[in-house]
C-alpha cells in the first residue's frame, strides 16, 4: 500500500480564499483523522471520522472549517475564508478500527501559508 | 482524560552517546503508549509501542523503551546516538477505554546528535 496519501504537499493563498486540503486513506482504515500542527500549539486534533461518519469534531476552530469524507477512499478539510492564523501544516492519519491499539499511520503532511 | 508531558524542549547529545527523551502520561485507566519520529518537512512515523506485556519494548532504528506503571513514565532510549537519529520525538498515549480512539500527544522533544 502507498500509505496515506496527502495533497497539496504545499498551498499559498491571500487571505479570504478558499482552501480544500485532501487526503487518501490507507485502504481498509476505518478511522481517518484530521491534525493540524503548529510551532505554538504543537499537534492538534480537529476531526475524526469511523467508517466515513464524523465522530468528533470538537477541534474544529471554528466555522471557516470543515471536513467531509464522501466515501472511504477520499476526505477533504476546507478552510472558507482562509486567515493568516490558519497558516500550518494540516496532517490526516488513519488506523484500521474499532480494537486496534490504535497506532496512526500518518500522511506527509499539507504546508498551507496564509498571505 | 489523557495527556502527555514531554518536559524538555531539546535534547543534545554526542554522536555515539546513549540518547533519551523523556516522557510522562496521565491516564484513566491503562494506557496504550506510543513514540513517533518526524524529520524535517515529513508526517510523523511510528517507532514503538506498548499494549502490554514486558516493560520493556524494543522499535525501530534500535530504539526502546521502558513502560513504568509506578512512575507513569515511558522514556525512549537507543545506547548510541547517530547524527541521523537528530528529529522531532512526540510520546503519544490512548487510555485503553471502549470507544476511545484518540491519541494526546505530547508537545514533543528536538533532538540535536553533534557530531
Known amino acids: 500500500d502507498a500509505g496515506v496519501i496527502q495533497s497539496p504537499r504545499h498551498e499559498v493563498t491571500e487571505m479570504g480564499q478558499e482552501v480544500t486540503l485532501r487526503c487518501k486513506p490507507i485502504?481498509?482504515?476505518?478511522?481517518l483523522f484530521w491534525y493540524r500542527q503548529t510551532m505554538m500549539r504543537g499537534l492538534e486534533l480537529l476531526i475524526y471520522?469511523?467508517?466515513?461518519?464524523?465522530?468528533?469534531d470538537s477541534g474544529m476552530p471554528e466555522d471557516r472549517f470543515s471536513a467531509k469524507m464522501p466515501n472511504a477512499s477520499f476526505s477533504t478539510l476546507k478552510i472558507q475564508p482562509s486567515e493568516p492564523r490558519d497558516s500550518a501544516v494540516y496532517f490526516c492519519?488513519?488506523?484500521?478500527?474499532?480494537?486496534?491499539?490504535?497506532?496512526?499511520?500518518f500522511g506527509e503532511g499539507s504546508r498551507l501559508t496564509v498571505l | 482524560a489523557q495527556s502527555v508531558a514531554q518536559p524538555e524542549d531539546q535534547v543534545n547529545v554526542a554522536e555515539g552517546n546513549p540518547l533519551t527523551v523523556k516522557c510522562t502520561y496521565s491516564?484513566?485507566?491503562?494506557?496504550?503508549l506510543f513514540w513517533y519520529v518526524q524529520y524535517p518537512n515529513r508526517g510523523l512515523q511510528f517507532l514503538l509501542k506498548?499494549?502490554?506485556?514486558?516493560?520493556l519494548v524494543k522499535g525501530s532504528y534500535g530504539f526502546e523503551a521502558e513502560f513504568n506503571k509506578s512512575q507513569t513514565s515511558f522514556h525512549l532510549k537507543k545506547p548510541s546516538a547517530l547524527v541521523s537519529d537528530s528529529a522531532l520525538y512526540f510520546c503519544?498515549?490512548?487510555?485503553?477505554?471502549?470507544?476511545?480512539?484518540?491519541?494526546?500527544f505530547g508537545k514533543g522533544n528536538q533532538v540535536v546528535v553533534i557530531p
Open positions: 506498548y499494549i502490554t506485556g514486558d516493560n
Open positions: 485502504s481498509g482504515h476505518d478511522y
Open positions: 471520522f469511523n467508517n466515513n461518519v464524523p465522530i468528533d
Open positions: 491516564v484513566s485507566g491503562n494506557p496504550y
Open positions: 492519519a488513519t488506523h484500521p478500527g474499532q480494537g486496534d491499539t490504535g497506532e496512526l499511520f
Open positions: 503519544a498515549v490512548r487510555a485503553v477505554t471502549y470507544g476511545n480512539n484518540r491519541l494526546a
